[in-house]
Nanobody
């Protein structure tokens, strides 16, 4: 079964940090790029970050140097380190590999 499972979300105060994980099963994560997306209530899903097979990274303009995407092919897992989180970062965060989406993990930033 081809599956992506996100974890690491939660409630954090403004200025705090979270590290999201995206664990793949049923396929090799190393064979293709991986992306993180998010969707806030009432808003469209938007791209947060992506990492290519060779490690190249792209980020949404709103990231402004606060997030870092990475991958550990030996663990078949991708990560999103999020620092200096703000209330506007509150959303469900999803990872995507080709046509496969995870179910998401909730991130809530509130003080």
């Amino acid at each position: 079964q081809l599956q992506l499972v996100e974890s690491g979300g939660g409630l954090v105060q403004p200025g705090g940090s979270l590290r999201l994980s995206c664990a793949a099963s049923g396929f090799r994560l190393a064979d293709y790029g991986v992306g993180w997306f998010r969707q806030a209530p009432g808003k469209e899903r938007e791209g947060v970050a992506s990492v290519g097979t060779a490690g190249s990274q792209k980020y949404g303009d709103f990231v402004k140097g606060r997030f870092v995407i990475s991958r550990d092919n030996s663990k078949n897992t991708a990560y999103l380190q999020m620092n200096n989180l703000q209330p506007e970062d509150t959303a469900v965060y999803f990872c995507k590999y080709r046509h496969i989406w995870g179910r998401g993990t909730q991130v809530t930033v509130s003080g």
